[in-house]
């Protein structure tokens, strides 16, 4: 080693933190090749008694030098936090897992038991992974509390090995009866990909035990979205969910706010280019009002959210005592979009809490080809609200969870099936006192079947006064049925009615229906029941006023619509 790299080294070493069980040799920029250059590191960490954590991020080491360090970790049996991050730059892959191998099999040696392990910014991709992954599965981390893998490069090869490994942990710490209880996972910018979020998703539910995920930008779209969606809802403690930057479109949105229905401790959701859409960010104001007590912050920003939507989610956050920000930018609000938020959050008296607005993308073209929308979401439009679907198992495949438990629907009469295939006011006058039963034959789980139905029965409305009580019975008989499920259901068949009327912008191929009069005036006579809620009510209220030009052709019903509304959010205050 030469006079001047041991004139730094010695310098470097003087300015380390030592105290409080932690030796510290962070950002100091040392390049440490061989044993030779570690002597002095060595001789210090040898003399430290009682060693509980180390810090080498932001050095570099070579094979010979982490193996030197190894060998003095092997009496080490105190340490607990190892934060190893940004530790290997300028060294080539195929060292880095022989490097983390020794520095692993060192700790095992020492009987050491690890709370908390850093190995972030270090690119060490799927051997890399393979490095660490009997260190892993080993007693040293049945103790383990907080696992950092930032910015690795693992790949779905990585991510498969991680979950295998956390698994095997898992697995050996219960048979000795103290189970792995991982609280913060950390491993953004990795690209797992579906393959391996679907991985760890397993993982995860195993184990139960995860109070922070971290998953940003890696590459995963709504199957990987879905099946993660299923394990966060079996880890009752998390407090913040991160998945900024992935692709979760409006089927993974709904499986994630599915999942936050049973989560009461999320204090922080961070959902920020994930396009979420506008139908998601409808689905993700009913689990607002339904639920998270203690949330504080909520990221749906650049998510492709239009006006009408960001107003119903800031007006689900009313009465969330605890908020401190809500993140609506970059999406398609447009200029008078911007001030409208802003002043429905400013006579909320939570003008204080909204982000910026600064990258709003403008009003989307209405003339946009909706084709993307279609090839991103390609499974079948019933699974999208389906609590059945919360089954503890999740599928190899998709990730979507198993149906064989869904209970058969019942058996449909002739004259039912006949008037739903190709209504008409004579087959449901000729129904008589069935018509209350066409409750029973609507799937109030599948928001587009129960829409379509709604609006096949509404178009029959007539002035005439035996087909127009006919008509009202079996719109509140349906009606009634679905919006007393949750606030998700409902409001998932609220949006895909809206989809279909043509007054919010949807996802996919949802084909919009010809308006008829009957079909708003069966909606003004809806929302004077009681079984029309005034959140129900003032979802439809907003989304209507902002998007009125849809309803010209049937301006005088749409007039009586939109007072019935405003009348029942009035009626509120």
């Known amino acids: 080693m030469a006079s001047d790299d041991i004139t730094q080294l010695a310098d470097a070493l003087s300015k380390t933190h030592v105290g409080d069980g932690e030796l510290s040799y962070k950002g100091l920029g040392l390049k440490l090749d061989d044993g030779e250059s570690v002597k002095d590191l060595v001789r210090e960490i040898e003399q430290y008694q009682d060693l509980k954590a180390l810090r080498l991020e932001g050095n570099t080491f070579g094979v010979e030098a982490a193996h030197g360090i190894a060998k003095v970790l092997e009496s080490k049996d105190q340490l607990q936090r190892c934060y190893w991050s940004d530790m290997f730059t ?10 983390l191998r020794s520095l692993g099999s060192a700790v095992m040696c020492a009987g050491a038991r690890l709370t908390e392990l850093d190995l972030s910014d270090n690119a060490f991709g799927p051997d890399g992974v393979k490095g660490i992954e009997q260190l892993l599965k080993s007693p040293s981390c049945h103790t383990l509390r907080e696992l950092k893998l930032n910015n690795c490069g693992m790949g779905i090869g990585g991510g498969k090995i991680l979950a295998d490994a956390l698994t095997e942990c898992h697995r050996q710490s219960s048979a000795l009866g103290a189970p792995l209880k991982l609280r913060v996972f950390i491993a953004g910018r990795n690209r797992l990909e579906n393959e391996g979020a679907n991985a760890l998703a397993k993982a995860f539910q195993l184990m139960g035990s995860l109070e922070e995920v971290h998953m940003p930008q890696n590459g995963i779209n709504h199957a990987g979205v879905i099946s993660l969606a299923s394990a966060m809802r079996h880890n009752p403690e998390l407090r913040v969910l991160n998945f900024n930057d992935n692709t979760f479109t409006k089927k993974g949105t709904l499986a994630m706010a599915q999942a936050l229905r049973h989560l009461r401790n999320i204090q922080v959701i961070n959902f920020g280019d994930c396009l979420v859409r506008s139908e998601g960010a409808i689905a993700l104001a009913a689990v607002l009002r339904e639920g998270l007590p203690i949330l504080k912050e909520l990221n749906v920003s650049f998510g492709e959210i239009t ?3 960001a107003l119903v989610v800031a007006q689900a956050i009313i009465d969330k005592p605890h908020m401190e920000k809500v993140d609506l930018n970059g999406n398609c609000l447009g200029e008078e979009g911007c001030e409208a938020l802003r002043e429905a959050m400013e006579n909320m008296h939570k003008g204080d809490l909204l982000a910026s607005l600064s990258d709003d993308e403008g009003e989307p073209d209405d003339e946009e080809d909706d084709e993307d929308h279609e090839n991103e979401d ?11 679907e919360e089954d503890d198992e999740i599928s190899s495949g998709n990730g979507s969870p198993r149906k064989d438990d869904s209970p058969e629907k019942p058996q449909i009469p002739a004259e039912m099936a006949s008037f739903l295939s190709c209504p008409s006011a004579e087959k449901l006058l000729q129904l008589g006192e069935m018509r209350t039963n066409l409750k029973q034959h609507v799937d ?11 609006l096949k029965i509404a178009s029959l409305y007539s002035e005439d006064p035996e087909t127009k009580t006919a008509v009202f019975e079996s719109i509140d008989a349906v009606l009634k049925k679905i919006l007393s499920g949750s606030d998700l259901h409902s409001y998932c068949f609220l949006s895909t009615l809206l989809v279909m009327m043509g007054l919010l912008k949807g996802e996919g191929k949802m084909k919009k229906v010809s308006l008829v009069p009957g079909q708003l005036l069966c909606l003004e006579h809806a929302v004077q029941q009681e ?18 030009d849809a309803l010209k052709s049937c ?19």
Do not use: W
């Not at 079984?531 to 009125?548: C, R």
């Not at 301006?555 to 205050?573: M, P």
């Open 90 to 99: 300028g060294r080539l892959r195929s060292e880095i897992p022989t490097a």
């Open 307 to 309: 006006e009408a939507a």
């Open 378 to 388: 390609d499974d079948d439009e019933s699974d999208d609200c389906n609590e059945d």
């Open 444 to 454: 109030a789980s599948d928001p587009h079947n129960a829409a379509d139905v709604v």
């Open 531 to 548: 079984y029309f809620h005034h959140h129900h009510a003032s979802t439809l209220h907003t989304v209507m006023n902002k998007n009125s």
């Open 555 to 573: 301006s005088g019903a749409a007039e009586r619509l939109s007072s019935a509304l405003k009348k029942k959010c009035n009626d509120q205050h």
